[in-house]
């Protein structure tokens, strides 16, 4: 699923000498999710970057953008918030599991 959304949707990454250190992606949905930064790239404002570049794909593409935050991850609630997201509703996940 992750090769088909990043040959088909936003997709943006942030190198330094070659390597990858930090990609946000498009999801199948029109969401943005997906978004890691390597721990030694973490402080440098990467991430809010390539959330930027894909935020402004998506708004191409359709009218609103939107992502899912887990409520304890204050990093990626910082940098939605610098990008003017708001949170807009809380939202349950359920796992099923097979026995």
Known sequence: MIKYEISHFPAYGAYRNGELLSWSLGKHDGSIGTVFTKPEARGLGLATLVNYYVTSKV??????????????NTASLKIYEKLGFSHTYDVDFLVFSSK
């Open 59 to 72: 708004f191409q593409q359709q009218q609103h953008a939107f992502c899912f935050v887990a409520s304890d």
